[in-house]
């Protein structure tokens, strides 16, 4: 049965200013295993957009894969974004970091008028279509924005990203809609089964983001037995 299915997990790198924010992307796989939900990661098997060095804040000039990168996260069980197949997976989540407004689509130079990776948009599209559940965390709700929004002739949606005006504007420019929510709960758009939290978009402390994220999984395991 489709909810007995592994839950498909989308990372793109290791780190907050390039790649998957670690403690988003650890507390997700936390989370899944202590709600009996098993999961596969996947990643890009691309070069990142940039590399950062974490110390400084600063680009340096080297070249890193997604998925080598991520795969430090999964313990190197990880396989290329390109073999993720939605009939094989339950759900689909993407934990947040800058990465993911850089490796998965150019939102973070582009804003609202970005592209999104040709696998991110297609898995989205084909999970939201056989009506699975979808959770976005940090930033990645603009993935979700961009390729089921109304300008991009989707239907909209909800998504939250916390109270950050400029990121609210922007989604709203992509015909989707931000509803604040605070770090340490979730939002569940129930019509197109999409839940989000804020995690770092907001001044969290670990634990807040932590506990955001069970939010997160919880209402992902409760639509994946309505």
Known sequence: ?????????VLCGSG???????????????????AGLSFRCFAPNEPQAEVVNHV???PVHEHR???????RIARGDISPLSELHEPNFSSLVFPGGFGAAKNLCTFAKDGPGCTVHKDVDR???????????????????????????????????????????????????MGAHNVPRAVTEALVDEAHRIVTTPAYMCDAKPHEVFDGIGELVTALKRLLRA
């Open 1 to 9: 049965m489709t909810k007995d299915l592994p839950v498909a997990v």
């Open 16 to 34: 907050r200013a390039d790649g998957s924010e670690i403690t988003e992307a650890v507390s997700t796989l936390i989370h899944l295993s202590r």
């Open 56 to 58: 400084t804040g600063k």
């Open 65 to 71: 894969n997604m998925m080598v990168e991520a795969a």
């Open 123 to 173: 898995v989205l599209r084909e999970f939201h279509a056989k009506k699975k559940p979808i959770g976005l965390i940090c930033i990645a709700p603009v993935l979700a924005a961009k390729v089921l929004g109304t300008t991009s002739g989707g239907p909209g949606c909800q998504v939250t990203i916390g109270h950050d005006a400029g990121a609210a504007n922007a989604i709203a420019a």
